[in-house]
């Protein structure tokens, strides 16, 4: 008699997977489409202005800004942050 399932349970189980469809189907209905160029929309937006490549720089990783910027690439080396 005990296993039977009682209707609070039920409840329960039915929002949580209502729940969890509806985050799901706004999860993915607010990707924006990859390969797509979007334009700037929210007033806290600004373009990335057109920069030069500094000399010395062939890609941007930690790595690679830690070729120059010696000292701060070894202290961010050994930081949470380098490993989230
Ligand atoms: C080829 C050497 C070199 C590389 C590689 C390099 N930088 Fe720099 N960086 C410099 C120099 C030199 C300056 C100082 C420029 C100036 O003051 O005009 C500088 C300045 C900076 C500053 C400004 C610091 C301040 O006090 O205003 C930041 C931030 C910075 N770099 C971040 C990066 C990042 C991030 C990367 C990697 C994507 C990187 N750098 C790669 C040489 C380099």
Known sequence: MGKSIRP????????TLTLFIVVC????????PKGKILP?????EKAVPQQTI??????????????CH???YQEWK?????HA
């Not at 609070?8 to 929002?15: A, D, G, I, M």
């Not at 500094?54 to 070729?67: D, F, R, V």
Request: hydrophobic share 40%.
């Open 70 to 72: 010696v000292q701060h």
């Open 8 to 15: 609070y349970q039920l409840f329960t189980l039915v929002s």
């Open 78 to 82: 050994l930081s949470t942050h380098a």
């Open 54 to 67: 500094p000399k010395g720089l062939n890609a941007i990783s930690a790595a690679s800004c830690g070729t």
């Open 25 to 32: 189907v706004v999860m993915i209905r607010c990707e924006p």
């Open 40 to 44: 700037l929309t929210k007033s806290w």
